[in-house]
Antibody, heavy 115, light 107 residues
Framework: QVQLQESGPGLVNPSETLSLTCSIS????????WGWVRQPPGQGLEWLAF???????NYGPSVKSRVAVSVDTSKNQFSLRLNSVTAADTGFYYC?????????WGPGIQVTVSS | DIKMTQSPSSLSASIGDRVAITCRAS??????LAWYQQRPGKAPKVLIY???NLQSGVSSRFSGSGFGTEFTLTITDLQPEDSATYYC?????????FGQGTKLQIK
């Protein structure tokens, strides 16, 4: 059974970089696509990105100019970096398995952008 | 981008009732649609994929139908644990997009 766990700072200063990591257990990072979905407070879901272990990736339009995702095959982890954050980037961030529909989600991590 | 519109935005129903939630796509997406349930404070959980396929482990009280631009999630014999927000999501085209959600309250 695949399990995902997000980690990273819960508070980020405006204009700085948000960095999150997702640790995978129960599967090799080489076996599937992986991605990120976020949810602003009290709002709906927004797909952000997916990545394959080869580096092949795709990004959502609202973050495309500010985001990068990467993989670390040695640690079986993948990461999200979002630059120049504002209050609009506040919310829950989920790592997910697959690039189409998501059968596995991490529990989520709450990120607040505030000084 | 493909816009997904759910209706209703919220509904209230009683235990044992049958409810239906509709999701409309702004353009045809074949059957490339998933439904998720999100309980308060929890991550979403997939219920249905490819419009009508029940995810393993999900109650058979949940069913999905539709093709093209109109899709329906039906829940029969409502139970207290069905109180949640439900989202549809298309995966025919990138960027992947979700509906705005339907909040289901059990009376």
């Amino acid at each position: 059974q695949v399990q995902l766990q997000e980690s990273g700072p819960g508070l980020v200063n405006p204009s700085e970089t948000l960095s999150l990591t997702c640790s995978i257990s129960g599967a090799s990072i080489r076996s599937y696509y992986w991605g990120w979905v976020r949810q602003p407070p009290g709002q709906g879901l927004e797909w952000l990105a997916f990545i394959y272990y080869s580096g092949y990736s795709n990004y959502g339009p609202s973050v495309k100019s500010r985001v990068a995702v990467s993989v670390d095959t040695s640690k079986n982890q993948f990461s999200l970096r979002l630059n120049s954050v504002t209050a609009a980037d506040t919310g829950f961030y989920y790592c997910v398995k697959s690039k189409d529909w998501f059968d596995t989600w991490g529990p989520g991590i709450q990120v607040t952008v505030s000084s | 981008d493909i816009k997904m519109t759910q209706s209703p935005s919220s509904l209230s129903a009683s235990i044992g009732d049958r409810v239906a939630i509709t999701c409309r796509a702004s353009q045809g997406i074949s059957n490339l649609l998933a439904w998720y349930q999100q309980r308060p404070g929890k991550a979403p959980k997939v219920l249905i994929y490819t419009a009508s396929n029940l995810q393993s482990g999900v109650s058979s009280r949940f069913s999905g139908s539709g093709f093209g631009t109109e899709f329906t999630l039906t829940i029969t014999d409502l139970q207290p644990e069905d109180s949640a927000t439900y989202y549809c999501q298309q995966y025919d085209n990138y960027p992947l997009t979700f509906g705005q959600g339907t909040k289901l309250q059990i009376k």
